[in-house]
């Protein structure tokens, strides 16, 4: 899959958690130079809950599910993500350990945004960065809406 293919499935994606970053297709090829593409295959581990990886991943082929362990209660699923979706968002924005596991159900591929290569961003083309961030920003507080009605924890 291409980075035009990962634009459209981010496009296309209808969640009330979508990312809905306003660039155009220039600006989108500049954010785009920024991204590593990982394959990866069912059962593989993207994030671990506990761990601080700073990195912010968008699903473009796949799905992974997100889930929390607990030494009681075994472990419990809170999402089931598909292409477009924008998953560990909140290591850009803190250095605190993920408080929940993100695991690929099928083969799936994800585009990362490293912080190093984000902060690059930021002093190269500051309005695409701005404008990332209000759109990951977006994600998190709808996720935060969400979980507060359904009384689950923040992934």
């Known amino acids: 899959?291409?980075?035009e293919d990962l634009i459209q499935v981010v496009r296309s994606l209808k969640t009330d958690d979508a990312f809905r970053v306003r660039l155009d297709g220039f600006q989108w090829r500049t954010l785009g130079s920024y991204l590593a593409a990982y394959e990866m295959r069912a059962g593989d581990m993207l994030i671990r809950q506990g761990d601080a990886d700073r990195?912010?991943?968008?699903?473009?082929?796949?799905?992974?599910?997100v889930f929390r362990s607990g030494p009681n209660a075994g472990q419990a699923r809170i999402a089931l993500l598909r292409p477009g979706a924008l998953v560990?968002?909140?290591?850009?924005?803190?250095d605190q350990?993920?408080?929940?596991?993100?695991?690929?159900?099928?083969?799936?591929?994800?585009?990362?945004?490293h912080l190093p290569r984000f902060e690059e961003l930021s002093a190269r083309a500051?309005?695409?960065a701005i404008e990332f961030l209000r759109a990951a920003g977006a994600v998190m507080v709808a996720r935060l809406r969400a979980n507060m009605v359904h009384q689950i924890a923040v992934a």
Not at 103 to 110: G, N, R, Y
């Open 1 to 3: 899959m291409d980075l």
């Open 55 to 65: 990195t912010a991943y968008f699903i473009a082929a796949g799905s992974l599910q």
């Open 88 to 94: 560990g968002e909140t290591g850009l924005f803190s």
């Open 97 to 113: 350990p993920h408080s929940a596991n993100i695991e690929a159900m099928t083969p799936t591929q994800v585009w990362a945004m």
């Open 126 to 128: 500051p309005g695409i």
